[in-house]
């Protein structure tokens, strides 16, 4: 009586498979000095996690796109896909992570526009950079690419998947 449609089960796998190879395509794009062209590609990602409700992969995607966008000069698109994560994650009440996305953008934009070591601003303790141990290139759950310095740590050796959520042991 209350079964799930078949066809929903066929689909899903396929949607992953493509959102994989597209994170993928993304990351690629970054190391090879293409972050523009990343950044386009995560904001579109962002889009259709947004079509389809998924608000805390739009907001990942976002966040993604914002450093992208940094990385390539583009500050204006930097700033709007910021502003979207942050407020993805703070609609989601996953404020520490709003606040540390926050962080990390405003110290990558600091650092593009004084060409030197981030300063913090008056009055405010510096934020440190967090020691993290090595973890696995992909989630082990959905396949999704991992960078240390992306997610988020729930102690020393065990970090949050931002696509799926899944905990992850360091190496």
């Known amino acids: 009586m209350f079964r799930r449609r078949l066809q929903r089960r066929i689909i899903r796998p ?6 994989s190879a597209q994170m993928n395509q993304a990351e690629t794009l970054i190391s090879s000095g293409q ?3 990343a950044a386009q590609l995560y904001a579109r990602l ?3 996690a ?7 992969r739009a907001g990942s995607f976002y966040a993604r796109a914002a450093h992208a966008w940094l990385d390539g000069q583009n500050i204006a698109q930097a700033r709007v896909c910021a502003t979207k994560a942050v407020s993805y994650y703070n609609q989601l009440g996953m404020l520490l992570r709003a606040q540390r996305f926050q962080e990390r953008f405003d110290l990558h934009l600091n650092s593009l526009q004084t ?12 934020v ?5 141990k090595p973890l696995p290139t992909a989630c082990p759950q959905c396949g999704a690419p991992l960078r240390a310095d992306e997610v988020e740590w729930a102690d020393e050796s065990t970090a949050e998947c931002d696509f799926c959520g899944a905990m992850i042991r360091a190496e």
């Open 14 to 19: 396929q949607m992953e498979s493509s959102l």
């Open 128 to 132: 440190q950079a967090r020691q993290t």
């Open 115 to 126: 060409e030197n070591a981030p300063v913090s601003a008056p009055g405010q303790p510096p």
């Open 35 to 37: 972050p523009a062209q």
């Open 50 to 56: 947004e079509l389809i409700h998924h608000p805390r």
């Open 46 to 48: 962002a889009n259709e």
